[in-house]
């Protein structure tokens, strides 16, 4: 489940949330249930271990209900839950010093060339691959290498499904960043995998072309 994908159909959040504001507390479980996954799902790409990634979690959803009047249905409940998930991480890692935040929106410069993906898309690994606990673990180290920008955009775009334009609200950065970041990140994470797969892949299952 994604966030994306999460609301139900007869689901009405607005009125929902003007109810917890009246006083229904109780109410404001339901309201996250959908979405609990996905936060700690994002909040561990990020974290060291589950013990970590659910701290993350916790406090996002304490401090969405505690900010619950700021919202102002501009963007999707779930954007702006994400977002809160996205800032209680890096305010973890920044007082644990473990990664240095890094900025790099501008965009490939004029008639440069970029190598040619390893993989066309990491998301064609064979689905028995990914079943296996060796491959699952080289995806997620890989993901874990990279420089948050990135990992932010590939976890939101490419394991949560969120479209471009939901990514930049949640991110607060333009159309034209997340696609650039995306790019890279996709490429940086291409190139680590391949020669790892290669040896974590038996040959019947390569059914994707390498280069």
């Known amino acids: 489940m994604n966030l994306a994908d999460a609301e139900p159909v007869k689901r009405d959040e607005t009125k929902m949330i ?3 504001l ?3 507390r ?5 309201l996250i249930q959908p979405y609990e996954l996905s936060v700690y799902r994002m909040a561990l790409s990020f974290m060291k271990n589950d013990t970590e990634a659910e701290d993350v979690a916790q406090e996002a959803f304490l401090k969405a209900f505690r900010d619950l009047a700021s919202f102002r249905g501009e963007s999707k409940f779930s954007t702006w839950l994400i977002s809160i998930t996205l800032n209680e991480a890096r305010r973890r890692l920044r007082r644990q010093n473990a990664i240095r935040m890094e900025s790099l929106d501008e965009p490939p410069e004029e008639g440069g060339k970029v190598s040619p993906a390893l993989l066309r ?7 028995e691959a990914l079943e296996r606990k060796e491959v699952r673990t080289l ?7 990279l420089s948050p920008i990135y990992r932010e955009v590939l976890v939101m775009r490419d394991i949560e499904d969120l479209s471009t334009e939901e990514t930049a609200g949640a991110l607060a950065i333009s159309v034209a960043s997340v696609k650039v970041r995306l790019h890279r990140a996709r490429i940086m994470l291409q190139k680590e995998l391949a020669p790892k797969l290669k040896l974590a892949i038996p040959k019947k299952r390569r059914w994707f072309s390498w280069h």
């Open 121 to 127: 898309d990491w998301r064609e690994i064979p689905s």
């Open 22 to 24: 009246a006083g229904d």
């Open 18 to 20: 003007a109810s917890i």
């Open 139 to 145: 995806l997620q180290e890989a993901i874990g290498h």
């Open 26 to 30: 109780e109410l404001y479980h339901k």
